[in-house]
């Protein structure tokens, strides 16, 4: 399984932070996959901030559901991560994974 973020580089205060997580040799829809979004800010540790699951339910950090939502293309086998309001602790590099599998990551600064 192969994943690969992308999405905008640079996000402004107060504005919504949306990446995209493409998934290639497998699918999205695979029974008992969890298709999840982490991050880790500037000298900080990875931050878990919410997962879609093979049948389409979520969940998300606690801490972090208020801004958060995760989607889904099936026919693109595509997953979405969208973060409102954003605030320059916000900033971080941002991964999509499943079991041991992750991508690259993609750093997102928020400034204005």
């Known amino acids: 399984v192969q994943l690969q973020e992308s999405g905008p580089g640079l996000v402004k205060p107060s504005q919504t932070l949306s990446l995209t997580c493409t998934v290639s040799?497998?699918?999205?829809?695979?029974?008992?996959?969890?298709w999840s979004w982490i991050r880790q800010p500037p000298e900080k540790g990875l931050e878990w901030i919410g997962y879609?699951?093979?049948?389409?339910?979520?969940y998300y950090s606690p801490s972090l559901k208020s801004r958060i939502s995760v989607s889904r293309d099936t026919s693109k086998n595509q997953f979405t991560l969208q973060l409102s309001s954003v605030t320059p602790e916000d900033t971080a590099v941002y991964y999509c994974?499943?079991?041991?599998?992750w991508g690259q990551g993609t750093q997102v600064t928020v400034s204005s």
């Open positions: 994974n499943t079991m041991t599998f």
């Open positions: 040799g497998g699918s999205i829809t695979a029974n008992n996959y969890y």
């Open positions: 879609i699951a093979s049948s389409g339910a979520t």
